[in-house]
């Protein structure tokens, strides 16, 4: 149980175009999601977390009108990158509050993105 | 700043051996604590999770609370390269934020 997807795993993009990721909860439902940026052999980065049904709430220096979150469904939150540059380039990584009130999260198997 | 600090490693240990991780937290408020594990190029996958003083055990996994020290561990017994990982260390103060360590990396060797 507790299973997370994450789609795409990896893509390829422009400068200047905006892309979408998708995390789901398979097995049970989330109402709180959270999106991570991890660099290469560096920790892991929060850059906000996702309530259904409410505005996402953003980490300090995270532009949230470049990185805009959507959770419309218990089940369901997305990410996109609007106007992705170069610098944006890394994986990003989506997890679920599980649902046994310990506070646990299930992570998606991430995303990597590339801008070209 | 509320932090969790690990040591970053490499912790070396051989194949069958066991491996010991630390952890400390600065937030005495933190009531959940979670291991991580996370290889190269993967997401993180949870281990376990503890939230009472003492032990906890799972499988060849033993993850310890100490909350008078603030002090969290992981034990691995029979370590197995397979083991060979990134371990995450995170604590929870009951609010919507939880803070990860850095990680330690941990190698075992066949």
């Known amino acids: 149980g507790a299973v997370v997807s994450q789609h795409p795993s990896w893509v390829i993009c422009k400068s200047g175009t905006s892309v979408k990721i998708e995390c789901r909860s398979l097995?049970?439902?989330?109402?709180?999601m959270f999106w991570y940026r991890q660099f290469p052999k560096q920790s892991l980065m929060l850059m906000a977390t996702?309530?259904?049904?409410?505005?996402?709430?953003?980490e300090q220096g995270v532009e949230k009108d470049k990185f805009l979150i959507n959770h419309a469904s218990l089940t369901l939150s997305t990410l996109t990158v609007t106007s992705a540059h170069p610098e944006d380039s890394s994986f990003y990584i989506c997890?679920?509050?599980?649902?046994?009130?310990?506070?646990?999260?299930?992570f998606g198997p991430g995303t990597r993105l590339t801008v070209t | 700043q509320k932090e969790v600090e690990q040591n970053s490693g490499p912790l070396s240990v051989p194949e069958g051996a066991i491996a010991s991780l630390n952890c400390t937290y600065s937030?005495?408020?933190?009531?959940?604590f979670f291991w991580y594990r996370q290889y190269s190029g993967k997401s993180p996958e949870l281990i376990m999770f503890?939230?009472?003083?003492g032990d906890k055990e799972d499988g060849r996994f033993t993850a310890q609370l100490n909350k008078a020290s603030q002090y969290v561990s992981l034990l691995i017994r029979d370590s197995q390269p397979s083991d060979s990982a990134t371990y995450l260390c995170?604590?929870?103060?009951?609010?919507?934020?939880?803070?990860f360590g850095a990680g330690t990396r941990l190698f075992v060797k066949a």
């Open positions: 997890s679920a509050r599980g649902p046994s009130g310990a506070y646990e999260q299930y």
């Open positions: 097995d049970f439902q989330a109402t709180t």
């Open positions: 996702s309530n259904e049904g409410s505005k996402a709430t953003y």
């Open positions: 937030d005495r408020g933190s009531q959940s």
């Open positions: 503890i939230y009472s003083n």
């Open positions: 995170a604590a929870n103060t009951g609010g919507f934020k939880t803070i």
